[in-house]
């Protein structure tokens, strides 16, 4: 869709010009190239807090400054501060448990999470010097995890939804997300909107899903201007070989990073 703004498709970890021109504003991206940075999933489980370390100080972050959350595939957004700084990045510091989103207004602090097709969407206002950052699967879309970022954004910094930008970034398009009947059930009884809108019927009696239009439908209910819904562009299973993808690969298989914090 021609109306929609896109950032340039980047293959490699590196911030993403378009959405980190907003002044000591940090975005970045992690790749195959920086290794597998799930504890959890992947064959090289085992030293991937070493090598998501590594990732941010490439990018001059500081991972005592960073904060992870251990995702639920439900919809709790937890605001963090300083105090919660190496939580899921430092051995012995956990993660946030059970959360897909995180919030904070303290400069310095970033905040980091993994995903391998589920959208990672990075959300900032630059007035108020507020991010967020949260994790779109199925579920969480239909549960409106975008509308309820932003909402949690107004009442914990009162920010002001016209001055948010949100990227979403490196994610499984429509076209590669095939889904049953059970999926587009739980849209049908969740989802604020007509869900003709991100379904498409198939031949074999399945569906495609468009998590991507279903997550800029809820940001700009939630107040969020279309013209500032940013995209990568990138589809993780069609770049599998430069992006974990499960639909791909498998649930075993690794998983990529997305961070976001001002430096200052």
């Given at each position: 869709?021609?109306?929609?703004?896109?950032?340039?498709?980047?293959?490699?970890?590196?911030?993403?010009?378009?959405?980190?021109?907003?002044?000591?504003?940090?975005?970045?991206?992690?790749?195959?190239?920086d290794?597998?940075?799930?504890?959890?999933?992947?064959?090289?489980?085992?030293?991937?807090?070493?090598?998501?370390?590594?990732?941010?100080?490439?990018?001059?972050?500081?991972?005592?400054?960073?904060?992870?959350?251990?995702?639920?595939?439900?919809?709790?957004?937890?605001?963090?501060?300083l105090?919660?700084?190496?939580?899921?990045?430092?051995?012995?510091?956990?993660?946030?448990?059970?959360?897909?989103?995180?919030?904070?207004?303290?400069?310095?602090?970033?905040?980091?999470?993994?995903?391998?097709?589920?959208?990672?969407?990075?959300?900032?206002?630059?007035?108020?010097?507020?991010?967020?950052?949260?994790h779109?699967?199925?579920?969480?879309?239909?549960?409106?995890?975008?509308?309820?970022?932003?909402?949690?954004?107004?009442?914990?910094?009162?920010?002001?939804?016209?001055?948010?930008?949100?990227?979403?970034?490196?994610?499984?398009?429509?076209?590669?997300?095939?889904?049953?009947q059970?999926?587009?059930?739980?849209?049908?009884?969740?989802?604020?909107f007509?869900?003709?809108?991100?379904?498409?019927?198939?031949?074999?009696?399945?569906?495609?899903?468009?998590?991507?239009?279903?997550?800029?439908?809820?940001?700009?209910?939630?107040?969020?201007?279309?013209?500032?819904?940013?995209?990568?562009?990138?589809?993780?299973?069609?770049?599998?070989?430069?992006?974990?993808?499960?639909?791909?690969?498998?649930?075993?298989?690794?998983?990529?990073?997305?961070?976001?914090?001002?430096?200052?």
């Open positions: 869709m021609s109306s929609i703004p896109r950032c340039e498709p980047n293959p490699k970890s590196k911030s993403l010009v378009n959405f980190s021109a907003i002044p000591h504003l940090k975005c970045a991206f992690s790749t195959r190239s290794g597998n940075l799930s504890p959890l999933r992947g064959a090289d489980r085992s030293t991937a807090l070493p090598r998501a370390r590594l990732f941010l100080q490439r990018h001059q972050i500081d991972p005592h400054r960073t904060v992870k959350c251990r995702l639920s595939h439900g919809t709790r957004i937890t605001p963090v501060s105090s919660d700084g190496g939580r899921g990045i430092i051995e012995g510091r956990e993660p946030i448990d059970a959360t897909d989103g995180l919030i904070t207004s303290h400069p310095g602090l970033f905040l980091y999470l993994i995903t391998a097709d589920c959208l990672p969407v990075l959300v900032v206002d630059p007035v108020q010097r507020v991010v967020g950052i949260a779109a699967g199925w579920r969480g879309t239909a549960a409106d995890i975008a509308g309820k970022l932003i909402r949690q954004m107004q009442m914990a910094y009162h920010v002001d939804p016209a001055h948010i930008h949100v990227l979403i970034g490196p994610a499984i398009c429509s076209q590669c997300y095939e889904v049953g059970d999926v587009r059930d739980v849209f049908q009884q969740q989802f604020a007509d869900p003709k809108l991100i379904f498409s019927s198939k031949l074999n009696g399945k569906f495609d899903l468009d998590l991507i239009r279903a997550n800029r439908l809820q940001l700009q209910a939630a107040g969020v201007p279309a013209a500032q819904i940013f995209e990568t562009g990138i589809c993780t299973k069609e770049y599998s070989d430069r992006y974990y993808s499960v639909r791909a690969e498998g649930l075993e298989t690794g998983r990529f990073a997305s961070v976001i914090g001002f430096t200052a």
